[in-house]
């Protein structure tokens, strides 16, 4: 038997430090984020809102709330793959970002997909 509640989203992330819109002198580091949901639950499931708390390396916490992702809330059938690339902007050259989304099943049934925490940071560099 699968331990797995019928409502479970898989969120997988994989990160980038975009240099040539970062500017470190003034403190501006840009990170584009690429996200991919896999439903793994029984049941569709629509993505209404997510909601991000980014962390910079000086501690500074910046909360975000807003409908869906990248203007879309994206519907998907169990075993459905969606995947979308955003972006963050720092202070720092390491961060992090966490956060869920909240998701409708098809049966009305209201759950949340939790982001695991992951790290922003610039590539290191070897002297």
Do not use: C
Request: hydrophobic share 35%; no cysteine.
């Amino acid at each position: 038997m699968n331990d797995k509640s019928p409502y479970t989203i898989d969120v997988q992330v994989h990160t980038r430090f975009v240099p040539d819109q970062s500017a470190p002198d003034e403190n501006r580091y840009v990170f584009a984020y690429t996200i991919r949901l896999h439903n793994a639950g029984v049941v569709p499931a629509r993505l209404l809102t997510r909601h991000w708390v980014i962390t910079d390396a000086n501690g500074k916490i910046e909360e975000v709330h807003g409908e869906g992702v990248v203007g879309e809330q994206p519907w998907m059938r169990p075993g459905d793959d969606y995947e979308y690339t955003s972006g963050a902007v720092l202070e720092t050259a390491v961060g992090t970002m966490q956060g869920s989304y909240q998701m409708v099943a098809d049966d009305g049934t209201r759950f949340e997909a939790p982001i695991p925490t992951f790290t922003l940071s610039i590539p290191r560099t070897l002297h």
